[in-house]
């Protein structure tokens, strides 16, 4: 088996060593530099503490947690047959059988919208709350647990969601799916209208628990971590969950479940 070194050189130059890869890399290192130095930038600092980046590489991979992904096949799988069989599995999941009962049979499903506070729906029944960054996959994982494609608003385009959007379910309970935030290119007017909503709606005593969608590419962001210090101040019980997990390689995934499960 030959290095990754000497595979990238092989392509260009066949029949070479390690020891003519390691050179090559070494000289790629030493004209960057140069060009830095050339454009009056200075050298890097060996003593510089490492980036974000190889600080999280270095973090270990737990065992136990990569049987737990594993179990719930989770994480980007190389070979084909294998992701085939992920796509599969997802989607032949059973629930648990009161949530089953609960939700089969396309259930009667009434949808409200709300720009302002007084447009709240005011049923006493218990709401849960479907929160996160612009483009995570907060309509998406919605219409798969209710079970109709398209139901809630999805888009590509981040900032899509500009409103709560309450679904009632059997008179039982409201799904809410709450607008992305993160979004940079919205204009401050329209932010501040959607922090005053947001707060207003955490007050609300309906609200049971927030599914706080995370990004699995990415992990916390600023902007998570800010979302998480307002539910913690409004005392609301909340639940991360890791989306586009089919999109990161198993063993990455676990060091993002690492850094989430040692958070305070």
């Not at 398209?150 to 709450?178: E, Q």
Request: glycine share 4%; with cysteine.
């Amino acid at each position: 088996m030959q290095c990754a070194r000497c595979a990238v050189w092989a392509a260009a130059r066949p029949a070479t060593s390690c020891r003519w890869a390691s050179l090559f890399v070494r000289m790629q290192k030493r004209i960057a530099i140069k060009d830095r130095m050339a454009a009056g930038q200075p050298p890097p600092d060996p003593n510089a503490p490492p980036s974000k980046r190889k600080q999280f590489r270095r973090l270990p991979v737990v065992d136990s947690i990569v049987r737990e992904l594993r179990d719930a096949n989770a994480g980007r799988h190389t070979e084909r047959v294998a992701q085939r069989a992920q796509r599969l599995s997802l989607r032949t999941v059973r629930a648990t059988p009161a949530a089953e009962r609960f939700f089969r049979r396309g259930p009667k499903i009434v949808h409200t919208v709300a720009d302002t506070p007084d447009q709240f729906p005011s049923l006493d029944i218990p709401e849960v709350c479907f929160a996160g960054r612009s483009n995570v996959g907060k309509s998406s994982l919605f219409n798969r647990i209710v079970e109709r494609l398209g139901f809630a608003p999805t888009s590509d385009i981040p900032g899509h969601t500009r409103s709560l959007h309450f679904f009632r379910v059997r008179h039982a309970m409201h799904l809410v799916d709450m607008p992305g935030y993160g979004f940079a290119e919205v204009e401050e007017a329209e932010r501040r209208r959607w922090d005053e909503l947001i707060g207003a709606y955490l007050r609300r005593p309906q609200l049971h628990m927030v599914f706080l969608l995370l990004d699995a590419r990415h992990g916390l962001k600023a902007a998570d971590r800010a979302t998480i210090e307002e539910l913690n101040r409004h005392r609301v019980p909340f639940t991360p969950v890791l989306t586009k997990t089919d999109l990161v390689p198993v063993p990455e995934l676990a060091r993002r479940v690492l850094l989430l499960r040692q958070e305070p």
